[in-house]
């Protein structure tokens, strides 16, 4: 299993080695790599300096500022902007899809461009959002995507559709989501000193449901990688940009 794949495509070929089944938990794109700020869309378009000074800005929480840059720097670019982005996550999926094993089980990440997977996702890549299925004689979960946040990531929704998706998955025995639930030690990242947004609507399912597992990513350096909840272990599967290593569910 794995989440935040954020560009690496070359340790996702080998993630599935030796499983039944790959399970990702989304965020596949890189826009911005916060370790190495020569990585990603960003600074592919606008250089490594304007990289390091957003970060800074969006570190200090400082998002109006950062804003104001990146509109700075947009308006400088020729052509259209949304077209800009989506031919770099168009390459980018380009690689990352291909490196999936089959079966695999996915859902999209906050950065991710959920209407294009149906153009790069494979027959052995099965995507659900708000969906379950059958793996390994268990009932999976899946709900993808984060909520809204001054960041304004490609795949945020409101409150109030993610708990319809959360309630539309309903009991299982393993819930994989991209977020967390709404627990701080779970959503506090200790190296860009913030907390993150986690879900309400999902602690309360988890309270309410009592899967065996929750399972998460989005929060690259949690407070806490795991932690339960009653009956229910919630694990954060790691970041896979970085450690280029799947958690292992084993029954």
């Not at 390459?91 to 999209?108: H, I, L």
Request: net charge negative.
């Amino acid at each position: 299993m794995v989440s935040d794949v954020h560009g690496n495509a070359r340790d996702l070929a080998r993630a599935g080695d030796g499983a039944d089944a790959l399970i990702c938990l989304g965020d596949l794109v890189l826009f911005l790599d916060y370790a190495d700020h020569s990585r990603g869309i960003f600074p592919d378009l606008f250089g490594v300096e304007n990289a390091d000074r957003i970060v800074e800005l969006r570190t200090a929480r400082r998002f109006e500022e950062a804003r104001e840059l990146g509109a700075r720097l947009w308006g400088g670019v020729g052509g259209d902007r949304a077209a800009l982005i989506e031919q770099a996550v168009r390459k980018q999926y380009g690689e990352m899809f291909p490196a999936f094993p089959t079966p695999t089980y996915a859902t999209y990440g906050n950065v991710d461009m959920p209407q294009l997977w149906p153009e790069f996702a494979g027959p052995g890549t099965t995507v659900l959002d708000g969906e379950r299925a059958e793996i390994g004689g268990r009932v999976f979960g899946f709900v993808g995507g984060g909520l809204r946040t001054p960041m304004r990531t490609p795949y945020e929704i409101s409150d109030e559709e993610y708990a319809a998706k959360i309630e539309a998955v309903g009991e299982v025995d393993v819930l994989c989501t991209h977020i967390p639930p709404e627990v701080p030690e779970l959503v506090y990242d200790t190296v860009a000193r913030r907390f993150e947004r986690g879900s309400r609507a999902l602690l309360d399912a988890i309270r309410r449901t009592r899967p065996r597992y929750s399972l998460f990513g989005h929060v690259h350096q949690p407070l806490a990688r795991r932690m339960r909840i009653g009956a229910t272990e919630c694990v954060n599967v790691g970041h896979f940009a970085g450690s280029g290593r799947p958690f292992a569910l084993e029954w």
